[in-house]
């Protein structure tokens, strides 16, 4: 009986990562996009850049640790919201190979014309329009996908969330 009330407890307390409606990007470097989903559904959507080469842009499951409005440009001492400033005008940083969420990131930029190529120093460049709706979505602590797949964003997402679940199952 003291089992069965147990299990009971353990099955009844699960949830799922995504269950809890935790927000989580998907950027996949293959097609140049960048997807959100929510509850399982993607609720926003929008082309990016990435870096120049495939080992520019990491690879993984990361958290968000840095949001920030018209980021400074440290590496040429460039203010926030200064039109020379390659950062445009949102910074969602993510702790890829280690950081802290300030050297990768999903940013804006003073270059909308290089959207939808491999021309980044690292970082996932979006419009700024579209970055700052994605701002507005996503918290310190929500994940981030970065991968290079021949599949749409729905099918990583899925994937990644069938993985997650079977992980937590063993």
């Not at 950027?27 to 996009?33: C, D, G, L, Q, R």
């Not at 039109?83 to 802290?100: E, H, K, M, V, Y």
């Not at 050297?103 to 329009?129: L, Y």
Request: charged content about 20%.
């Amino acid at each position: 009986m003291k089992l069965a009330v147990i299990l009971l407890f353990v099955i009844g307390s699960f949830v799922p990562p995504t269950a809890s409606g935790d927000p989580v990007i998907v950027v996949n470097k293959a097609t140049h996009e960048l997807g959100l989903f929510q509850n399982g559904r993607e609720v926003f959507h929008a082309p990016v850049a990435t870096g120049k080469t495939k080992e520019l842009t990491p690879e993984g499951v990361f958290t968000i640790k840095v949001k920030a409005v018209n980021p400074y440009y440290r590496k040429k001492n460039i203010p926030g919201g200064d039109p020379r400033n390659p950062l445009g005008s949102r910074w969602i940083g993510f702790d890829a190979n280690g950081t802290d969420g300030r050297i990768f990131g999903v940013h804006g930029t003073n270059k909308p014309a290089s959207i939808g190529k491999s021309v980044s120093a690292g970082c996932i460049r979006m419009k700024n329009q579209n970055v700052e709706k994605l701002y507005d979505l996503v918290k310190a602590g929500d994940k981030i996908i970065v991968t290079n797949q021949n599949k749409s964003l729905a099918q990583i997402y899925h994937d990644w969330e069938k993985n997650t679940l079977q992980s937590m199952m063993q």
